[in-house]
Structure formats: C-alpha cells, structure tokens
C-alpha cells in the first residue's frame, strides 16, 4: 500500500483525536464526580480481565517458536499461576514464573 504523506499526517492526527477524546470521556467528564459503589466494584475487575488477555497469546503463540506452543512457556506459565494463587503476591509470581521459564528452557535444551 503506498500512502502520501497527507494521508499520513491525516491517520495521525485523527488517531491523536479519537484517543484524546476516548480519554477525555473519562477523565474530563467524569473525573471530579464520585462514581456509583457498583461501577467502581466493576472496576476492581479491570486487570484481572485484562491480563490474561495479553499474557495468554504471548503463551501459547509466542514469538520465539514462531508461534508454536512451548512446553517450557506452558511450564511457567502454570508455576506463575499456581504461586501467584497461593501467595496471592503479584512480585512471587513474576519471579517464580520467570525462574521456571529459565529453569525449564535450561532443562529442555540440555537434557531433552
């Protein structure tokens, strides 16, 4: 696709002011306004229902394989879980995830 440089500039901006204003919405309208108990208790959700939506593609599609599934990501990701539900430490899971990636990727390259 060939664009010309006004046509450009034109997605440029037009994406600068679409995100202004989605951000303003919430901010410049509402933000100095208390929000009602059952909006706020949705709120709290946000990120647990994010997160597995950008953890999981980098999973079971990760780049590095080309986007084959990984025991070694799989392996991880399952230890990151599982600690991060029993300690209920965002910082525990990390780290155990991280060292079980590098853990089990050691093991499956050397040994397997």
Do not use: Q
């Not at 989605?22 to 709120?43: A, C, E, T």
């Not at 394989?65 to 209920?88: C, H, N």
């Amino acid at each position: 696709m060939n664009y010309s440089d006004a046509n450009i500039w034109f997605i440029i901006a037009a994406l600068g002011i679409g995100t202004y204003l989605i951000r303003f919405s919430f901010l410049g309208i509402i933000g100095g306004r208390d929000l009602p108990d059952w909006v706020l208790r949705h709120l709290r959700y946000t990120p647990v229902a994010v997160m597995p939506g950008l953890v999981a593609p980098l999973v079971i599609w990760p780049a590095a394989t080309d986007g084959e599934t990984d025991p070694a990501r799989l392996i991880a990701a399952t230890v990151a879980l599982a600690v991060g539900y029993f300690s209920k430490s965002f910082l525990a899971a990390f780290f155990c995830g991280g060292a079980a990636l590098y853990l089990s990727l050691y093991v499956i390259n050397t040994w397997l």
